[in-house]
């Protein structure tokens, strides 16, 4: 069974520190993402890649960078962390074919 | 990026029933993707339907796509309690387009 995999489920953090949040996917993808969803406003798109070494700002990058440094691997960093991050992060991978995209299952994270 | 926009925002229903949403979307598209997210989890690819199809069935799932009216619709027949999630529709415009997700629309099924 094809997998994403988000390295924490839950995660509590404290204002300045800087996050790590990975990915990992095992399906070969090129493409990978990541998202925060907030209630009433939908999932947004933070960053993605369609390739290893190559990034692309979403829809809202302030305050996050990310690292491809292996294709299966996609990590999204904090890097000092404030409460207005709290939310949920989704990352997700395709190859643009049939399948969609497969989302892992989510990192809630809370800034406090 | 091609966002979708998903109508109602919320449905409630019997279960048994049939349950429809639809979605909207802005420019043209190589193909739309629906997907469900049961609460606190990541989304489920359900079904995609690309552009020059008009209608795709899988199981009690029946999409529907007009691409001249920019718009898909999503049917569950038969609902059951476990439909329970929230719907998003992923209007993909092919290449290096950035498929964004909209609010989705939470759909509640009775038992």
């Known amino acids: 069974d094809v997998k994403v995999t988000q390295s924490s489920r839950y995660l509590v953090k404290r204002t300045g520190e800087k996050v790590f949040l990975e990915c990992v996917q095992d399906?070969?993808?090129?493409?990978m993402f990541w998202y925060r969803q907030d209630p009433g406003l939908g999932l947004r798109l933070i960053y993605f890649?369609?390739?290893?070494?190559?990034?692309e700002k979403g829809d809202i990058p302030e305050g996050y960078s990310v690292s491809r440094e292996k294709k299966e691997r996609f990590s999204l960093i904090l890097e000092s962390a404030s409460t207005n991050q709290t939310s949920m992060y989704l990352c997700?991978?395709?190859?643009?074919?049939?399948?969609?995209?497969?989302f892992g299952s989510g990192t809630r994270l809370t800034v406090v | 990026s091609q966002q979708g926009e998903e109508d109602p925002q919320a449905l409630s229903i019997q279960e048994g029933e049939n349950a429809t949403m639809n979605c909207s979307y802005k420019?043209?598209?190589?193909?739309l993707q629906w997907y469900r997210q049961n609460s606190g989890r990541g989304l489920v690819h359900l079904i995609l339907i690309r552009s020059n199809e008009r209608e795709k069935h899988s199981g009690r799932l029946r999409v529907t796509l007009d691409t001249s009216k920019k718009s898909s619709s999503l049917l569950i027949t038969a609902s059951r309690a476990a439909d329970t999630a929230s719907y998003f529709c992923?209007?993909?415009?092919?290449?290096?387009?950035?498929?964004?997700f909209g609010t989705g629309t939470k759909l509640q099924v009775i038992p």
């Open positions: 420019t043209s598209i190589n193909n």
């Open positions: 399906m070969d993808h090129e493409n």
């Open positions: 890649s369609y390739d290893v070494k190559m990034k």
């Open positions: 992923a209007p993909d415009s092919g290449g290096y387009q950035k498929v964004t």
């Open positions: 997700a991978s395709t190859d643009r074919g049939l399948y969609g995209y497969t």
